[in-house]
C-alpha cells in the first residue's frame, strides 16, 4: 500500500530528477577513475616517455611495449614475484592463519580472545608505512629476530638479504591477517552448533567435523573472502617499497613495484601502462570472480 | 597417549598456538611502542635505557611535521566529507526510484569497488600532467574521491535501503521538498552508515601511501603518510627513537576511527554490506 503512493508522489516528480542526483558522483568517477583506465589501454600501445625523444611526440608502437613484456625476462620475474607474493602472504598467510585464529578462538576465555584479537587486529589498523617500519627493524640485522635466535643460542641471519620475500610476505601477513580473521569469525558463528553437537553424538572425530560440517559450510565466505583479499593483496605496494625497494636485485620485484621502476625510474610510461594494464587485467578477473561469488 | 592425557592436551593447546602467535604479532608493535618513549632507541625491542617524552615533543614541535600532519588531515578528511555528500545524493535515486539501469550499474559499482587502484597510477599521473594537477593537494582529493565514490555509493545505497519511505512521505506531506526530507529525514536516520563511510573513507587515504607518492612532487606538499617514509629515509639509520614517535602519532587517528567504527558497526562484522543489494 505504502509503495503505492510512494510510487505516485515519484512519478509526479520523476522525469530526470534521479539525473541531478547521479550527475556529480559519475562525473568525477568518469574523470577520475574510468578514462583513466581507457587511458591505460591508449597509452600501452604509445612510446609515452617523460624524457627523451619520445617524450616530445607520442607515437604509436602497436603491440610494442606488449611483445617487449613478453621478451622482458624481469617481467617473469615480477610475475613469478606477485604470484609468490599473492599465494604466500594473502592465500595461505592471511587466508589461513585468519581461519586457525578464528577457529581456535572459538569458544574460549573471553579475556583470551580480546587480548589476542587486540594483538591482531593492531596490525590491521596500523597504515601500511608503518608497518612496513615495524617489520624492516624486526628482521632487520640488529632488530629484535635476530636478537632472539642469538640469545637462543643460534647464528644471525641478514633476513632482509637472505630471504626477502619471505619477509615482506610476512610483514603483508602481519598487516592483512585480522580482516581474514573478523570475516572468519562472523561466519563459524553462524555455523549452527546443534550440527557440530550432533556429529560428536555420532562418534565424529574434530578432524571429521572441522572438514566434513564447519567448512562445507562456510565455503562461500572463503570463496568472497579470497578473491578479496588477494585482490587487496595484488595491490601492495608502499609495504614492500619500504622494506626493500623491491630488492635486493629483483627478488621482491613484484608487478606494481616493476611498473613504478619502469615508469617513474625509468621514465618509460608507456612500457609501465602496459604493464599496469597487466595488473588490471589480473585485477578485473579477480573482480568478475569476486562478484560471481556475491551474487550467489 | 590415554584419553585423559589426550584430552589435556586438546585443552592446552589452542591457547599454547594463539599465545605463540599472539607474541609474533605483538613483537613488531612493542618494538615501536618502547623505542618511541627510548633516549636510546635502536632496532631491537629493548627496556628503555631512560623513559622520556623528547622525542615527541621534538616530532610534534617540529613545524614540517606539523605542516605534513594538518595536510593529511585536510586530505582525508575532505575527501571523507565529499564522498559522503556526492555518495548520499548518489545513494537517493538508487535506492528510492524504479530505475532500468539499476542493477547493471550496482553491479558495476561493486565491480569498481575491489579494482586495484595502484593499477591506474601511471595514466592518472599523466591525466594529472596534463590537467595541470599535478603536485596539487586538491587533485590528490579529487582522486580520492574518486577512488572512494564506488564503496561510498555501494554503502550507503544499502544503508538508505532500510530506512522505510513512510518517514519521509510524511515529510513531504508536511510540504517538504526531496532535498529537505534526505537532509531532515534520511540522512539523520542514516547517521550510522554515514559514520562507517565516512570513517573508512578517511583511514583508507591517512594510510595511503602510493597515491599522493605519484601526485606530489614537492615535500612542502607531503601528507604524513609520506613525511615518515621520507623521515625513514633520512634519518632512520640515525634516530629511530623519532622515527618511532613520529609514527606512533601517524597510527593514532587509525587507531581512534577504528575503535570509533566499531561503535557504529553494531551487527558486528559481515562481508561490507555485500549480503544486501
Not at chain 2, 207 to 222: A, D, K
Request: with cysteine; proline share 4%; glycine share 6%.
Amino acid at each position: 500500500m505504502s509503495s503505492l503512493t510512494a510510487g505516485s508522489i515519484h512519478k509526479k516528480r520523476k522525469s530526470w530528477t534521479w539525473l541531478y542526483f547521479l550527475l556529480p558522483s559519475i562525473a568525477i568517477m568518469l574523470v577520475f577513475f574510468i578514462y583513466p583506465i581507457l587511458l591505460t589501454v591508449f597509452y600501452s600501445f604509445t612510446n609515452l616517455a617523460l624524457t627523451g625523444e619520445a617524450a616530445k611526440e607520442l607515437k604509436f608502437v602497436g603491440i610494442d611495449n606488449y611483445t617487449r613484456m613478453f621478451e622482458d625476462p624481469t617481467v617473469r620475474v615480477s610475475i613469478w614475484n606477485t604470484l609468490i607474493f599473492l599465494i604466500g602472504s594473502a592465500v595461505i598467510g592471511q587466508q589461513v592463519l585468519g581461519f586457525l585464529i578464528a577457529l581456535l578462538m572459538k569458544h574460549k576465555n573471553r579475556w583470551f580472545r580480546r587480548v589476542i584479537g587486540t594483538i591482531v587486529l593492531a596490525g590491521w589498523v596500523t597504515p601500511e608505512i608503518v608497518c612496513a617500519l615495524c617489520l624492516y627493524s624486526f628482521f632487520s640485522d640488529e632488530g629484535t629476530l635476530n636478537a632472539i635466535i642469538t640469545s637462543l643460542g643460534f647464528t644471525e641471519v641478514t633476513w632482509l638479504f637472505t630471504v626477502p620475500m619471505l619477509t615482506v610476505i610476512l610483514a603483508n601477513i602481519w598487516h592483512g591477517t585480522a580482516f581474514s580473521m573478523l570475516v572468519f569469525q562472523a561466519a563459524l558463528d553462524d555455523v549452527p552448533s546443534e550440527i557440530e553437537e550432533a556429529a560428536v553424538v555420532d562418534g565424529a572425530t574434530k578432524w571429521q567435523i572441522l572438514t566434513r560440517i564447519t567448512i562445507p559450510y562456510i565455503k562461500e565466505t572463503i570463496t568472497t573472502n579470497m578473491m578479496l583479499v588477494t585482490l587487496q593483496t595484488l595491490g601492495v605496494f608502499g609495504l614492500i617499497y619500504a622494506m626493500t625497494g623491491g630488492g635486493p636485485g629483483t627478488s621482491t620485484t613484484t608487478l606494481p613495484i616493476f611498473m613504478y621502476n619502469q615508469a617513474f625510474v625509468n621514465y618509460q610510461l608507456g612500457y609501465g601502462t602496459a604493464i599496469s594494464l597487466l595488473l588490471l587485467f589480473i585485477g578485473i578477473i579477480l573482480s568478475l570472480f569476486y562478484i560471481r561469488s556475491m551474487k550467489e | 597417549m590415554n584419553t585423559k592425557h589426550r584430552k589435556w592436551v586438546y585443552q592446552i593447546l589452542p591457547y599454547t598456538i594463539l599465545t605463540f602467535i599472539g607474541v609474533c604479532f605483538i613483537l613488531p608493535l612493542l618494538w615501536v611502542l618502547v623505542a618511541s618513549v627510548d633516549t636510546n632507541a635502536s632496532q631491537t625491542l629493548q627496556a628503555p635505557t631512560r623513559i622520556t617524552a623528547d622525542n615527541y615533543v621534538d616530532v610534534l614541535t617540529n613545524a614540517e611535521n606539523q605542516r605534513a600532519y594538518l595536510i593529511g588531515l585536510l586530505m582525508s578528511g575532505g575527501q571523507a566529507f565529499i564522498v559522503v555528500l556526492l555518495a548520499l545524493l548518489a545513494a537517493y535515486p538508487l535506492s528510492r526510484y524504479q530505475l532500468k539501469f539499476k542493477k547493471p550499474f550496482m553491479l558495476t559499482i561493486l565491480f569498481m569497488t575491489s579494482l586495484p587502484i595502484t593499477a591506474v597510477m601511471v595514466p592518472v599521473y599523466q591525466l594529472f600532467l596534463s590537467l595541470k594537477l599535478y603536485n596539487n593537494i586538491f587533485g590528490v582529493i579529487l582522486f580520492f574521491v574518486a577512488s572512494a565514490m564506488p564503496y561510498g555509493i555501494w554503502m550507503l545505497k544499502n544503508f538508505m535501503d532500510s530506512v522505510p519511505i513512510e518517514l519521509e512521505e510524511a515529510a513531504w506531506i508536511d510540504g517538504a521538498s526531496v532535498f529537505e526530507g534526505i537532509r531532515r529525514v534520511v540522512a539523520p536516520l542514516m547517521v550510522p552508515g554515514i559514520c562507517t563511510v565516512a570513517i573508512f573513507t578517511f583511514s583508507g587515504s591517512w594510510g595511503n601511501f602510493f597515491v599522493p607518492y605519484i601526485l606530489l612532487q614537492s615535500p612542502e606538499n607531503f601528507p604524513a603518510s609520506l613525511k615518515i617514509y621520507q623521515f625513514f629515509g633520512q634519518y632512520g639509520m640515525a634516530d629511530y627513537g623519532k622515527l618511532a614517535a613520529f609514527s606512533v602519532m601517524y597510527a593514532i587517528p587509525s587507531v581512534v576511527l577504528y575503535i570509533l567504527s566499531q561503535r557504529f558497526m553494531s551487527k558486528g562484522f559481515g562481508m561490507q554490506g555485500g549480503t544486501k543489494g
